[in-house]
């Protein structure tokens, strides 16, 4: 093999070592922040609506980051299901609304 191959080749490993590793630093980085930032949220969630109960903000402190994460991915999916029965809640109570009104005329009708 000659010198040059032998450069290009080289040249070529340290590019592909030093791309993997930029990738891992940052997949590891942007885990990180999304763990923070989870932790960020569960900690404000107990300061604004369970009037910063002492004993949950030291457990939030305390969870393992996974077991926070999965906490929190939790809650954001209890929170797609109770909009959604919100909506179909809504629709069933302007539907039972419109069959009350639609008894109450057809009650009037039969009566007269």
Do not use: C, P
Not at 29 to 56: A, C, H, M, P, S
Not at 65 to 87: F, I, S
């Amino acid at each position: 093999m000659k010198t040059g191959s032998k450069i290009l080749l080289g040249i070529g490993i340290t590019t592909t070592l030093a791309a993997t590793g930029a990738y891992l630093a940052a997949d590891a980085i942007v885990e990180q922040i999304q763990t923070r930032r989870n932790r960020y949220k569960v900690k404000t969630f107990v300061r604004d609506n369970l009037k910063g109960n002492e004993r949950i903000l030291d457990f939030v402190d305390r969870i393992d980051n996974d077991d926070l994460n999965h906490l929190v991915n939790a809650v954001e999916k209890l929170g797609k299901v109770r909009n959604k029965a919100g909506v179909y809640a809504g629709s069933a109570g302007n539907a039972a609304n419109e069959l009350t009104a639609t008894l109450k005329d057809w009650l009037r009708e039969y009566r007269h």
